[in-house]
């Protein structure tokens, strides 16, 4: 997942937000995704993250960052106190997943979500074709120990924001090196050929 | 080992030489007495460069005192934050200018209740006004001015140290570039209180206290104070920590006495740190800095809360905790990230996993310890390009 891919996705997330804006990226990891909002947006960003070596390595880069689980501590940030919130490939991760996308919309003015698609072809047919639960570059992890508690497809996704009235501003898909718009017109078929599907909402 | 008279008689030739600065404006202080023309003890490390801008304040926790690294002249011990500071550490005294101030009602050697009261010619005792967190930082502010710094590149402090620089951030808010409060707290909770109160009991209850006349005799009332210390001790270190450390094990003898001695290991190390605490420090100082502490409540000072203390902010923050720190928990440091949040400051928050408690932040501990350098390095490039600009 690393590499190219992620690199294309932070590309993608970007191009999704204006310049100077106040940015909360949950999930931060080691930084990378609030570099690149810095120097390419001049965006005034913060990071939450779990992992300890993550923290020290946003910390070595000057990125603010706070050690804390988005599960239980999104609380402490106050309603609509960020322009953006940006959640990268970790929605799927959570317990309660709904109750977490709520705690971004009340932070954010607006939010990003990047899910790694689970109706993207190449995992349709390995489970189609070899009946186990699949394994590719984008999900790398075996059902025993695999963080993602909740996947799910950008269909399903964009279904959930429909049913819950969540408002749906943009939707990207992203393929390799390619990105393309998806609506629901050609939903069907972007959930098929995407292996990351990137909503901003709110 | 010499007598105790003999011993201050020393130290306080001692402090004579060590650097001071004669604070001559006056200082109202919050319970409404004025001090002025007042020492206050500082010590330096580093070389403040050209520019101005490699400062690097330290605020001391209760027992500490300006001899952050290197030797301690008035103990000939190393100063206590030798892990983290000096040439090639974490705070590095080859590229930062490292300034470090007594605080008052401390004793060594600034105003603390066994210097002289003007009017009547006597050690203060407890005639010594009684000194908030807040009175500490505004005495320190003075050093500042007359080493000709502006604004600090760090200011950082752990424990009471941590809560100095929360005050100073709140009272001066365009003071420091940036603030590492590590393992404090911003209002003292009851367990804190409780543990302090016990500590001035100790005190008080040693007949040789005496009402804290004890100074005019050249003694000290050596038990009470280091039952205080061992108190203290106890505090600083996890339960997990102390039974890895100490067990069961016995002190130097194959089963138990039968007596009062010192049969355990950790009754023998209680004694020793209790009692070589006598050596260096002032039994009413203790009070006046525990009960400090015991009124530090930033959120009182400012009426709408710790949000409120501070607006405006624009220090950026590190947050630092220890897991195993049950005196100033992950929970009361996470409490001012959430109000340095809420009020939009720049915070960063870190967790450090360890079991050595509330000490471990005078400790090696590499993941600490990279984690300040890390920031400080960090914050060094940021604030120089900041002011090129």
Redesign the interface.
Known sequence: MQNLEMKKEFKVIADLLPKNTRVLDVGCGDGSLMNLLKKEKNVEVRGLELN?EN??E???????????NAETELH???DK?FDYVVLSQTLQAFYEPEKVLRNLLRIGKSVVISIPNFGFWKVRTKLLFFGKMPVTKTLPNTWYNTPNLHMCTIKDLFNFCDEKNINIKKVVGVNENKTSMINKSNLEIKNLFSKVGIFLIG | MPSLAGLFFWMNIKLENIKKLDITRPLKLDCGKTIKNFPLAYETYGKLNDNKDNAILVFHALTGDQFVTGNNPITNKEGWWVTAVGPGKAIDTNKYFVICANVIGGCMGSLGPRNINPDTKRPYGLDFPVITIKDMVRAQESLLDHLGIKKLLCATGGSMGGMQLLQFCATFPDKAFSAIPIACSSSHSAQNIALNELARQAIMADPAWDNGQYVLKGIQPKNGLAVARMVGHISYLSEKGMQEKFGRKLQEKADYEFSFNADFQVESYLRHQGYAFVERFDANSVLYITRAMDYFDLSKQFRGGLVEAFKNQKTKFLIISFSSDWLYTTKDNKDIVIALNASGADVSYSEIITDKGHDSFLLNEPQFLKTLKGFIDSMYAKFRNEKRI
């Open positions: 300890q923290v020290q946003c910390i070595h880069k000057g990125l603010p960052v706070i050690q804390g402490q940030f106050p106190s």
